[in-house]
Each structure stands twice: as C-alpha cells, then as structure tokens.
C-alpha cells in the first residue's frame, strides 16, 4: 500500500503563492501516477495537475500557466508549486498515487488552501 501525506496549505492574498508538498511511503514507484486534486465546498473533486504513468503532465485548463507540478523519485515526493493565486483557487488539495494493476488509488489526507481576495 501507499500512504501520503501532503503539507505546505495555508492561507494566502490573492496574487500570492503557496507550494504543496505530498511525502509518499510504502510500495510507492516511480511507475505510479501522481497528481493532485482539489475540492471546493459544494462541487466534487477535480483534476489539478498530474503525472501520468508515461511521465507526462496533464494541467486543468484553469490553473495551466500558474501552478507547477514537479516531482522528486529520490525522495519519493510530489510538488505543487502555485502562483498568481485566485480566490477561486480556494479548496482542499488532495494528493493521489495508482498504479494500474496495483491496488486502489492512494489519497492523502488534504491540505486547505484558503485565497482571500
């Protein structure tokens, strides 16, 4: 199984930045994809930026151009770097791991990031 754990939320101005780390344990590899998600008061759970399982990054429309998704093998470690933020931005950032053919996705327990205007 993996186990993630994601830190680095906060609250932060509007045009402001906040960087989200995900710490990643267990039978983790670097053939899972990893991503994060988010999640507003009343709307589901939506794709922010992944990595694929081919190593290829997928951005939603609305943060292409502001948020950077990187990742760390060696350290078995996730990155979400997050600029120009919007009050829209406000949710929970959720990390997720899977691996097809390798169990269930993986979720950390999220991070609240909070965007004043």
């Known amino acids: 199984q993996v186990q993630l754990v994601e830190s680095g939320g906060g609250l932060v101005q509007a045009g402001g930045s906040l960087r989200l780390s995900c710490a990643a344990s267990?039978?983790?590899?670097?053939?899972?994809?990893m991503g994060w998600y988010c999640q507003a008061p009343g709307k589901q759970r939506a794709l922010v930026a992944r990595?694929?399982?081919?190593?290829?990054?997928n951005y939603a429309h609305s943060v292409n151009g502001r948020f950077t998704i990187t990742r760390d093998n060696a350290k078995n470690t996730l990155y979400l770097q997050m600029n120009s933020l919007k009050p829209e931005d406000t949710a929970v950032y959720y990390c997720?791991?899977?691996?097809?053919?390798?169990?269930?996705?993986?979720w950390g327990q999220g991070s609240q990031v909070t965007v004043s205007s």
């Open positions: 997720n791991a899977f691996r097809p053919g390798f169990g269930n996705p993986a």
């Open positions: 267990g039978s983790i590899s670097s053939f899972h994809a």
């Open positions: 990595f694929t399982t081919f190593g290829n990054t």
